[in-house]
């Protein structure tokens, strides 16, 4: 079945620090990948998606490149703010099933002023 | 404000007595689901619903119920609650297929004693 496994958290950094959070995926066909965000106390808000090989997803400094060759979809911010200490969940979504997006485990980050 | 609303927020209840968390969406997304969410374990699927009258069960469905009477509308029903349901609980709807990107309620926290 599908699967996808992200980088144990947690993550510290320094703010303006350089942010990698790992996912690779598992996946019967042809998924499209996401990367959602969850602040504390609040629902996941969807960061950035891609939904075809080479694809790069972006949003808010954050970028990820889905890259089939390597079954991989990196999430990464060049210089990291206090204000995106959240946790990070990565997931696909089988493009032959309505059925759901399976998430990663999620991984927690702060950033320290 | 397109949006994902949830209610309660919280709830405290003892074993046994049947409760619903709403879940209403703005948005005329055919698609809804409900999660759990568990340290350690992630988001997992409980129930998810293709459209008005079309429900099927998610990973783990035991002891929930839904309906979706209403396109904007998706209860869950915990008829019998216990205290392994104990967990915060995500609504999320997508106009159609789970690859569109969900949009997700706040959370409900819920606490069986």
């Known amino acids: 079945g599908d699967s996808v496994t992200q980088m144990e958290g947690p993550v510290t950094l320094s703010e303006e620090a350089f942010l990698t959070i790992n996912c690779t995926y598992t996946?019967?066909?042809?998924?499209?990948l996401f990367w959602y965000v969850q602040y504390p106390g609040e629902g996941l808000q969807l960061l950035l998606k891609a939904t075809k090989a080479d694809d790069k997803g972006s949003n808010k400094g954050f970028e990820a490149t889905y890259r089939k060759e390597t079954t991989s979809f990196h999430l990464e911010k060049g210089s990291v703010q206090v204000s995106d200490s959240a946790v990070y969940f990565c997931a696909l979504s089988d493009r032959g099933s309505a059925r759901q997006l399976t998430f990663g485990s999620g991984t927690q980050l702060t950033v320290l002023p | 404000e397109a949006q994902v609303t949830q209610n309660p927020r919280y709830l405290i209840t003892v074993t046994g007595k049947k409760l619903t968390v709403t879940c209403s969406q703005n948005m005329n997304h055919e698609y809804m689901s409900w999660y759990r969410q568990d340290p350690g374990l992630g988001l997992r699927q409980i129930y998810y619903?293709?459209?008005?009258?079309?429900?099927d069960k998610g990973d783990v469905p035991e002891g929930y119920k839904v309906s979706r009477k209403e396109k904007r509308n998706f209860p869950l029903i915990l008829e019998s609650p216990s205290p392994n349901q104990t967990s915060l609980y995500f609504c999320a709807s997508s106009l159609t297929r789970a690859g569109d990107g969900y949009t997700f309620g706040s959370g409900t926290r819920l606490t069986v004693v």
């Open positions: 619903s293709m459209n008005v009258e079309v429900t």
């Open positions: 996946a019967t066909g042809y998924p499209s």
